[in-house]
T-cell receptor, first 109, second 114 residues
């Protein structure tokens, strides 16, 4: 059975801190790993990582895929209160995405 | 603008009632998906459909039913057999690459049993 596990499930930090969110997976026919940010409603796309693109960066956010360890991390530096959200990791298998439980990140001012 | 429309945004259901959640897309996407999200949890797959008139069960299909009579529409019915239907429901779609490049999501329907 395909499985995606995120850790920690919840994280509370102060504004300006750096955070690292983890995602590990066991998925047959791995095609891609995606990170989403969910604030109130629909998840919004952050990054997609594949075998040919294992590192992505956008502003204060960056992500790395470790295909050997079947895992990925999402780093957020100099966090801001607007980064407070649920961060979802999803892995693309043969036909669909499998989602992890999500990490609820809270940034306190 | 192309996108996915879910309606209603909020829905209240009495015990023993069936309710239907609407999902319409104008992206010309072949595949459509229904996910359920409970508080503090990730998304769990209920049903998905890759072509018209065909659909497959996901991980938690019991108590739910779907139809795919048109490419644009993938309604989800929450039946009385679903014992704990209170949750946030998300519809998604994707094009011919499948889930490789991720999904387009609707804005969700929050269902509450009263």
């Amino acid at each position: 059975e395909d499985k995606v596990v995120q850790s920690p499930l919840s994280l509370v930090v102060h504004e300006g801190d750096t955070v690292t969110l983890n995602c590990s997976y066991e998925v047959t026919n791995f095609r891609s790993l995606l990170w989403y940010k969910q604030e109130k409603k629909a998840p919004t796309f952050l990054f997609m990582l594949t075998s040919s693109g294992i590192e992505k960066k956008s502003g204060r956010l960056s992500s790395i895929l470790d295909k050997k360890e079947l895992s990925s991390i999402l780093n957020i530096t100099a966090t801001q209160t607007g980064d407070s959200a649920i961060y979802l990791c999803a892995v693309g298998g043969a036909q669909k995405l499998v989602f992890g439980q999500g990490t609820r990140l809270t940034i306190n001012p | 603008d192309g996108g996915i429309t879910q309606s209603p945004k909020y829905l209240f259901r009495k015990e023993g009632q069936n309710v239907t959640l609407s999902c319409e897309q104008n992206l010309n996407h072949d595949a459509m998906y229904w996910y359920r999200q409970d508080p503090g949890q990730g998304l769990r797959l209920i049903y998905y459909s890759q072509i018209v008139n065909d659909f497959q069960k996901g991980d938690i299909a019991e108590g739910y039913s779907v139809s795919r009579e048109k490419k644009e529409s993938f309604p989800l019915t929450v039946t009385s057999a679903q014992k704990n239907p209170t949750a946030f429901y998300l519809c998604a779609s994707t094009g011919p690459t499948g889930g490789l490049y991720g999904y387009t999501f609707g804005s969700g329907t929050r269902l509450t049993v009263v």
